[in-house]
């Protein structure tokens, strides 16, 4: 028989940093910690945001805040495929041009262009 959930807790951490005191502090990786009812507990950690992995590969600190008039940087296709690829086990898809086009997505709303 399955153990019955008690409680699901999604939350970002700051890499590396986690302490078991509050407070969590901002967003860097998020994990989803499920609690049974018997006290059990599975911790999962996913990758980094999306949008951490675009300024990270763009090296900018962040997207350009005046959108459709001035655009903070500009993703290859080359670079996008490989956040693609890097993300898609958290995405909810498993093909890897849908990925793609969720990160292509993901960059037009930071105002970053995608060639």
């Known amino acids: 028989m399955a153990k019955k959930i008690k409680t699901v807790v999604k939350i970002n951490l700051k890499a590396a940093e986690a302490t078991p005191a509050p407070p969590v502090g901002t967003a860097v990786v998020p994990a989803v910690i499920t609690i049974y009812e018997d006290r059990s507990f599975d911790f999962v950690i996913k990758k980094a945001p999306v949008s951490d992995m675009i300024k990270k590969a763009l090296g900018i600190e962040k997207g ?3 959108t459709p ?3 903070a940087g500009t993703l290859s296709k080359d670079q996008v495929r490989k956040i693609a690829e890097d993300k898609i086990i958290d995405l ?3 093909d890897v041009e849908a990925a793609m ?3 292509e997505g993901t960059a037009r709303s930071m105002g970053v262009k995608v060639e």
Do not use: L, Q, W
Request: glycine share 8%; no cysteine.
């Open 92 to 94: 909810n898809t498993k």
């Open 64 to 66: 350009s805040g005046k």
């Open 101 to 103: 086009k969720i990160v």
């Open 69 to 71: 008039r001035e655009m």
